[in-house]
């Protein structure tokens, strides 16, 4: 199957501070990637979409001034958690698709902890 | 209504049974199914897509798609401890948007 990379894998930050994750598609190119964030115990939820070249489409209640979101190339996208707060702390996790076909491939997530 | 919906279980099988997985959804239109499989502290992972009516196997995964009764299931076969995790239920519409519509999810434990 596909393979998607995230990096960092886990960050601690200190509260204020920015964060920046990334999300590879490694053996496809992904003209459009997700970012969902996982609580513990809860079902995923989705934040944003990004196209290739394309402002992210952004989720109601999701702030997209508070999480920037970049996808300036068919296997890159970004997420930025800027001004981090403890309330950001979760799982962040990048999914990529592309090609005639609908399925999602998951990168391995973030872990978000903001002391 | 919920646009996918998942018993949320958990769900127990012994070792060696049939886990059944069911998955209904509310939008007529949908045209991609997908079965993730998400350990515990992990993301999730494809096992299986479907597109069209019937049953598509794959090894000890089978999953049937029904779209009159607008229910996609997914069978394991030889269930093993290692298959419990939470399996997610995903839908896509179709069109140009690649946006999935997941279930929350069946807790299965296979128990030894």
């Known amino acids: 199957g596909a393979v998607v990379s995230q990096h960092p894998s886990w960050v601690i930050c200190k509260s204020g501070t920015s964060v920046k994750i990334e999300c590879r598609s490694l053996?496809?190119?992904?003209?459009?990637m997700f970012w969902y964030r996982q609580f513990p115990k809860q079902s995923l939820m989705l934040m944003a979409t990004s196209n290739e070249g394309s402002k992210a489409t952004y989720e109601q209640g999701v702030e997209k001034d508070k999480f920037l979101i970049n996808h300036a190339s068919l296997t890159l996208s970004t997420l930025t958690v800027t001004s981090a707060h403890p309330e950001d702390s979760s799982f962040y996790i990048c999914?990529?698709?592309?090609?005639?076909?609908?399925?999602?491939?998951f990168g391995p997530g973030t872990r978000l902890t903001v002391t | 209504q919920k646009e996918v919906e998942q018993n949320s279980g958990p769900l127990s099988v012994p070792e060696g049974a049939i886990a059944s997985l069911n998955c209904t959804y509310s939008d007529r239109v949908s045209q991609s199914f997908f079965w993730y499989r998400q350990y515990s502290g992990k993301s999730p992972e494809l096992i299986m897509s479907?597109?069209?009516?019937g049953d598509k196997e794959d090894g000890r995964f089978t999953a049937q798609l029904n779209k009159a009764s607008q229910y996609v299931s997914l069978l394991i076969r030889d269930s093993q401890p290692s298959d419990s995790a939470t399996y997610l239920c995903a839908v896509n519409r179709g069109g140009s948007a690649r946006q999935l519509t997941f279930g929350s999810g069946t807790q299965l434990t296979v128990l030894p």
């Open positions: 053996d496809f190119q992904a003209t459009t």
């Open positions: 479907i597109y069209s009516n």
């Open positions: 999914s990529a698709s592309g090609g005639v076909r609908y399925e999602q491939y």
